[in-house]
């Protein structure tokens, strides 16, 4: 059974700093591609930023120079190192972890969401 388990969110000063974790089960980790999601009360979810199997990283303009995204395939998890914290980015955070199938395709899974609240 698949599972992501997301962590290390909380409240912040704006300026602050907070590292994510997301932690997979029951997957062949380094096979896979994840992403760190955000959505914001109101606003549909976005995605932050995402790393390939091979470790080729992007990001969302927004977090760009703030957020390092990294994995340790040895643990079979992923982090998310967010610096420079500004209000805008009080969200739940989700993990998203897409699965390759083969010839079958992605299948993706989701976290259960880890809560980061800049105040001013």
């Known amino acids: 059974q698949v599972k992501l388990v997301e962590s290390g969110g909380g409240l912040v000063q704006a300026g602050g700093s907070l590292r994510l974790s997301c932690a997979a089960s029951?997957?062949?980790?380094?096979?896979?591609?994840m992403y760190w999601h955000r959505q914001a009360p109101g606003k549909q979810r976005e995605l932050v930023a995402g790393?390939?199997?091979?470790?080729?990283?992007n990001y969302a303009d927004a977090v760009k120079g703030r957020f390092t995204i990294s994995r340790d395939n040895a643990k079979d998890t992923m982090y998310l190192q967010m610096n420079s914290l500004k209000p805008e980015d009080t969200a739940v955070y989700y993990c998203?972890?897409?699965?390759?199938?083969?010839?079958?395709?992605?299948?993706?899974?989701w976290g259960q969401g880890t809560q980061v609240t800049v105040s001013s």
């Open positions: 790393i390939t199997s091979g470790g080729t990283t």
């Open positions: 029951g997957t062949i980790f380094d096979r896979n591609a």
């Open positions: 998203l972890m897409q699965e390759p199938q083969g010839r079958w395709g992605i299948l993706d899974y």
